[in-house]
C-alpha cells in the first residue's frame, strides 16, 4: 500500500522559506520520480517540481526556477522541497506525489498525499 504523508505547511511573510516534506512508503523507489504539486483557491493544480528517485535529477517549473528546491533522503525514503523567496503567488495547498515515466516532465502520477496548506502573507 502506498503512502505519501506531507508536512511542513504553514504561514509565512513574503520573502521568507519554508520547507515541506513527504514521506513515501511502499513503493519500489527505483522506478519512481516523485513531484511536488500545488493548487491555489480557484486554479487548477500546476506541477512545481519533481525529481528521479534512482538517480536524483530534478526538473522544475519556471515559476519556481531558482527559488525551490526539491532533494530525497534515500534512507529515510522522504522528498523534501525547499522553498526560498516566497510570494503571496505561492500560496496553495502543496501536494507530494509518485510517478512512473521516462521524462520527469511527463511522467504520470498515480499515487498522491493528502496535501498541507503554505500560506505567504504579503
Known amino acids: 500500500q502506498v503512502q505519501l504523508v506531507e508536512s511542513g505547511g504553514g504561514l509565512v511573510q513574503a520573502g521568507g522559506s519554508l520547507s515541506l516534506s513527504c514521506a513515501a512508503s511502499?513503493?519500489?523507489?527505483?522506478?519512481?520520480?516523485l513531484g511536488w504539486f500545488r493548487q491555489a483557491p480557484g486554479k487548477e493544480r500546476e506541477f512545481v517540481a519533481a525529481?528521479?528517485?534512482?538517480?536524483?535529477?530534478?526538473y522544475y517549473a519556471d515559476s519556481v526556477k531558482g527559488r525551490f528546491t526539491i532533494s530525497r533522503d534515500n534512507a529515510k525514503n522522504t522528498v523534501y522541497l525547499q522553498m526560498n523567496s516566497l510570494k503571496a503567488e505561492d500560496t496553495a495547498v502543496y501536494s507530494c506525489?509518485?510517478?512512473?515515466?521516462?521524462?520527469?516532465?511527463?511522467?504520470?502520477?498515480?499515487?498522491w498525499g493528502q496535501g498541507t496548506q503554505v500560506t505567504v502573507s504579503s
Open positions: 506525489a509518485a510517478g512512473l515515466g521516462p521524462s520527469l516532465a511527463t511522467a504520470k502520477y498515480n499515487y
Open positions: 511502499g513503493l519500489t523507489f527505483s522506478w519512481y520520480a
Open positions: 525529481i528521479r528517485w534512482s538517480s536524483g535529477s530534478t
